[in-house]
């Protein structure tokens, strides 16, 4: 089945301790993409990737880190999570460098206290 | 104020009845497309309008374009239950940095609809 992997759902942090959110996608997808969906803002998207070691900013990239060493897998990266860094966290994926469409995980729900 | 803005914030309809999502946003657009996210899930795509598109079908689905006003709408027609979920309007524009094309899309901040059995 062609699906984007969010891992974990959910998590449950405190200030400072570093953490990684793993996304995978076995579609063969060059483009990935982080979002973040807060209430009242929508979904705003953190870093993208249009192919292997080929990453940029988004719209909020503060905070965050990503790599992309490998098509499938696009992990995103919070060294120092903060408060303001709770929200519910998509990734999707796209065919090509540059989709017109996106396919997007299931959700992280993070908590940073 | 945002790229994609929607209208209403909420709707709430009984089953079978036809509801209306608009969306309207700021500067020019490549294309335009709508999803869905069900409860706790991720978005999924609905379907996709191209800026030279006035208007387009998918199933129960009609989205219409208009340029001139910069705005959209999603008619889903003979709800379901089903259909509850949230809507989102996300519109793509196109820039280029350093000889290269990119597309960008950004997302509204969603409709809620909610259909009464």
């Known amino acids: 089945e062609a699906q984007v992997t969010q891992n974990p759902r959910y998590l449950i942090t405190v200030t400072g301790k570093k953490l990684t959110v793993t996304c995978s996608q076995n579609?063969?997808?060059?483009?990935m993409s982080w979002y973040r969906q807060d209430p009242g803002l929508g979904l705003r998207q953190i870093y993208y990737?249009?192919?292997?070691?080929?990453?940029d900013k988004g719209d909020v990239p503060e905070g965050y880190k990503v790599s992309r060493k490998e098509k499938r897998n696009f992990p995103l990266i919070l060294e120092s999570p903060s408060p303001n860094q709770t929200s519910l966290y998509f990734c999707?994926?796209?065919?090509?460098?540059?989709?017109?469409?996106?396919?997007f995980g299931a959700g992280t729900r993070l908590s940073v206290l | 104020s945002q790229q994609g803005e929607e209208d209403p914030q909420a709707l709430s309809i009984q089953e079978g009845e036809n509801a209306t999502m608009n969306c309207s946003y700021k500067?020019?657009?490549?294309?335009l497309q709508w999803y869905r996210q069900n409860s706790g899930r991720g978005l999924v795509h609905l379907i996709l309008i191209r800026s030279n598109e006035r208007e387009k079908h998918s199933g129960r689905l009609r989205v219409t374009l208009d340029t001139s006003k910069k705005s959209s709408s999603l008619l889903i027609t003979a709800s379901r239950a089903a259909d509850t979920a949230s809507y989102f309007c996300a519109t793509r524009t196109d820039f280029n940095a350093g000889g290269t094309s990119y597309g960008k899309l950004t997302f509204g901040q969603g409709t809620i609809l909610t259909v009464h059995p």
């Open positions: 579609m063969n997808h060059e483009y």
């Open positions: 990737s249009m192919n292997v070691e080929v990453t």
């Open positions: 500067t020019s657009i490549n294309n």
């Open positions: 999707a994926s796209g065919t090509g460098s540059n989709p017109d469409i996106q396919y």
